[in-house]
């Protein structure tokens, strides 16, 4: 089993912990109060700073139920954390809804989840294999 040391930045703050057996998500808590208006962006502080495995990063997602009940999601989801940042973890909500939403200090704002990372050597090439896909992007598969 892989080891993630939490420090607490902040009295308030509160450890980042699973809520149910086989969740791959840890929630990651606010410890301030802070006012999301429709359309607009806010940080919010979790009053915790991480070391993470060597080899991975961790991945900071919305709640399902904050984007469906209330429109609130991760701006720039996933956010990734990299494995030598030592710094406090902060999290970007974006309100896509029509009311001001109130984040309120221990809510459960966010996911994290500990993913490996795979380091690759850059080539540059000239050509690159063709595969079945080819160029096709940006919905060339349809909808049907």
């Known amino acids: ?12 703050a509160i450890i980042p912990s699973y809520a149910h057996e086989g969740d791959a998500g840890m929630d ?3 410890i301030e109060d802070k006012a999301i208006e429709p359309g607009n962006s806010e940080l919010i502080h979790t009053g915790i700073s991480i070391q993470l ?22 701006l720039n989801t996933p ?37 490996p990372v795979y380091k690759v050597e850059v080539f540059e090439s ?7 896909r ?3 992007g940006f919905g060339s598969t349809g909808l049907k």
């Open 126 to 132: 000239d050509e690159l294999v063709d595969s079945e």
């Open 28 to 30: 990651l808590y606010s």
């Open 134 to 136: 080819g160029e096709g």
């Open 1 to 12: 089993m892989y080891k993630l040391f939490v420090k607490k930045l902040n009295k308030d």
């Open 53 to 74: 495995p060597k080899e991975t990063e961790a991945q900071v997602r919305p709640r399902s139920g904050l984007a469906l009940k209330h429109s609130i999601t991760v």
């Open 79 to 115: 956010g990734t954390i990299d494995e030598g940042y030592r710094g406090e973890i902060c999290i970007i909500l974006i309100n896509h809804g029509k009311n001001s939403f109130k984040v309120e200090k221990h809510m459960r704002i966010a996911q994290m989840i500990i993913k």
